[in-house]
């Protein structure tokens, strides 16, 4: 079994930061990508960020300068510090992962539940 658990969503104002952490736990043999999504009401969920095993990373425009994807690969986890933070930035924050698990010949993605990331003065 395969878990990944959000941390550090909250409310913050205008110009502010925010950092989110997702560690994955069970029986992983090996994790290629991991990445980041947002849902904010009545829209789809969008990419945020993606990062390679290998550190190699991706952006939507929309945060572009603002937000940095980095994973501790010894750890599981991928992180997702924002800054500049804007009222548009508010939605449901997910990680996601593509994850093979041990004794496992196949791969699958793995998403988290979510955290909310609300930006309101």
């Known amino acids: 079994q395969v878990q990944l658990v959000e941390s550090g969503g909250g409310l913050v104002q205008p110009g502010g930061s925010l950092r989110l952490s997702c560690a994955a736990s069970?029986?992983?043999?090996?994790?290629?990508?991991m990445g980041w999504y947002r849902q904010a009401p009545g829209k789809q969920r969008d990419l945020v960020a993606t990062i390679a095993s290998g550190g190699s990373s991706r952006y939507a425009d929309s945060v572009k300068g603002r937000f940095t994807i980095s994973r501790d690969n010894a750890k599981n986890t991928v992180y997702l510090q924002m800054n500049s933070l804007k009222p548009e930035d508010t939605a449901v924050y997910y990680c996601?992962?593509?994850?093979?698990?041990?004794?496992?010949?196949?791969?699958?993605?793995?998403w988290g539940q979510g955290t909310q990331v609300t930006v309101s003065s």
């Open positions: 996601n992962a593509e994850i093979r698990r041990i004794l496992s010949y196949t791969k699958r993605v793995y």
């Open positions: 069970g029986s992983i043999s090996s994790i290629n990508d």
